[in-house]
């Protein structure tokens, strides 16, 4: 949609891409069937385990965009595509969270609090998150409920959104803390610097991601595109001009 209009019937407001939708499935396919494969190999389920199957939903999510582009008006397609995209990113961050407590767990006196409450304590911040992200987005996406119903979709994304964005910034700044207190300890070998790295490279993937469906979502949760008197030339242009 290179014009910024309203494409009549699109439940996206514009006509999703018909490539992009294609490669992202692709790769995330190829990185959940990496994870996969060192998952078996090293025999480490128990820490990246969520990994792969955190790729498969975004490779349903794109998937469903993919087919929602030749479809753009079927509500299910819609509501499947949007699920599956919003849902994934928590879940990455929750394997975050058990790759951070692992680590902790071989150097707890640098720890900032107790390695088992890492994991407890983000990974049901995190379950809480993906409730909310779930239920949320299948209430907005669904235009056939009441205008109550969805505008408490609204609320429940615009939360989960924040949360995320609080969560995340507290789990680099433990990290942070932790990679400082072994650094002044003089205990920071090269594979722990770069777990550390790697968090923070993912982390930082995370929150780029959240940080712009958050200021999307905010600026687009008041618009009723069912409106026909809506003007266009008013919806805030990441929107108008997504693909």
Same mark, same amino acid.
């Given at each position: 949609?290179? !014009?910024?209009?309203?494409?009549? #019937?699109?439940?996206?407001?514009?006509?999703?891409?018909?490539?992009?939708?294609?490669?992202?499935?692709?790769?995330?396919?190829?990185?959940?069937?990496?994870?996969?494969?060192?998952?078996?190999?090293?025999?480490?389920?128990?820490? @990246?385990?969520?990994?792969?199957?955190?790729?498969?939903?975004?490779?349903?999510?794109?998937?469903?965009?993919?087919? #929602?582009? *030749?479809?753009?008006?079927?509500?299910?397609?819609?509501?499947?595509?949007? $699920?599956?995209?919003?849902? +994934?990113?928590?879940? %990455?961050?929750?394997? !975050?969270?058990?790759?951070?407590?692992?680590?902790?767990?071989?150097?707890?006196?640098?720890?900032?609090?107790?390695?088992?409450?890492?994991?407890?304590?983000?990974?049901?911040?995190?379950?809480?998150?993906?409730?909310?992200?779930?239920?949320?987005?299948?209430?907005?996406? !669904?235009? @056939?409920?009441?205008?109550?119903?969805?505008? @408490?979709?609204?609320?429940?994304?615009?939360?989960?959104?924040?949360?995320?964005? #609080?969560?995340? $910034?507290?789990? $680099?700044?433990?990290?942070?803390?932790?990679?400082?207190?072994?650094?002044?300890? !003089?205990?920071?070998?090269?594979?722990?610097?770069?777990?550390?790295?790697?968090? %923070?490279?993912?982390? +930082?993937?995370?929150?780029?991601?959240?940080? *712009?469906? @958050?200021?999307?979502?905010?600026?687009?949760?008041?618009?009723?595109?069912?409106?026909?008197?809506?003007?266009?030339?008013?919806?805030?242009?990441?929107?108008? %001009?997504?693909?």
């Amino acid at each position: 949609m290179e !014009n910024g209009q309203y494409v009549d #019937g699109s439940l996206w407001f514009y006509t999703p891409t018909k490539g992009a939708p294609v490669v992202w499935a692709l790769l995330f396919l190829i990185s959940g069937i990496t994870h996969a494969w060192q998952c078996i190999h090293y025999k480490c389920w128990k820490v @990246t385990g969520i990994l792969p199957w955190s790729a498969l939903l975004f490779v349903v999510g794109y998937s469903f965009r993919e087919y #929602g582009a *030749y479809h753009f008006d079927n509500i299910d397609v819609f509501i499947v595509s949007l $699920v599956f995209v919003y849902a +994934a990113p928590p879940l %990455y961050e929750l394997s !975050n969270y058990f790759v951070l407590s692992r680590i902790l767990y071989y150097v707890p006196y640098q720890s900032p609090i107790h390695p088992g409450r890492v994991l407890s304590t983000f990974g049901a911040l995190s379950a809480i998150i993906e409730a909310l992200n779930a239920n949320g987005a299948a209430y907005v996406a !669904n235009s @056939t409920l009441s205008k109550s119903k969805q505008n @408490t979709g609204k609320t429940l994304l615009k939360v989960a959104l924040c949360l995320q964005l #609080g969560v995340l $910034v507290c789990f $680099v700044l433990l990290a942070a803390s932790f990679h400082r207190k072994c650094k002044k300890a !003089n205990i920071l070998p090269s594979n722990l610097r770069a777990a550390l790295t790697t968090l %923070y490279i993912s982390s +930082a993937l995370i929150g780029v991601r959240t940080i *712009y469906r @958050t200021a999307e979502y905010f600026s687009a949760s008041s618009l009723n595109f069912f409106d026909l008197d809506i003007a266009h030339s008013s919806i805030t242009p990441m929107l108008r %001009y997504e693909w």
